[in-house]
């Protein structure tokens, strides 16, 4: 089994900060790809962020500049640092890894439960 557990998200004003992280575990063989997405209710999922295992990263145009993406290795874990935030952030952000196991050689896509984010302006 394989599980992606979030953590960071909260209530801040708008210029705000906060800091998310994700960490994969379970029957983990590797891992390829992270990232966030996000998604408000009524809405399709979109996404903020994602890192290669080399650590290429990729922005939506809306956060460039004032999220980061970064991730440890070595503790399968993803961070998403966001600064300077504004109420359209506000949205539940969840954690997607796509990754190999060892019951499921073929690359598979997991994702977190998700952690909500509200800022209040």
């Known amino acids: 089994q394989v599980q992606l557990v979030e953590s960071g998200g909260g209530l801040v004003q708008a210029g705000g900060s906060l800091t998310l992280s994700c960490t994969a575990s379970?029957?983990?063989?590797?891992?390829?790809?992270m990232g966030w997405y996000r998604q408000v209710p009524g809405k399709q999922r979109e996404l903020v962020a994602t890192?290669?295992?080399?650590?290429?990263?990729n922005y939506a145009d809306s956060v460039k500049g004032r999220f980061t993406i970064s991730r440890d290795n070595a503790w399968n874990t993803v961070y998403l640092q966001m600064n300077t935030l504004k109420p359209e952030d506000t949205a539940r952000y969840y954690c997607n890894a796509n990754l190999r196991s060892w019951s499921i050689v073929a690359p598979s896509d997991y994702w977190g439960q998700g952690t909500q984010v509200t800022v209040a302006s």
């Open positions: 890192i290669t295992s080399g650590g290429s990263t």
């Open positions: 379970g029957n983990i063989f590797s891992i390829n790809g």
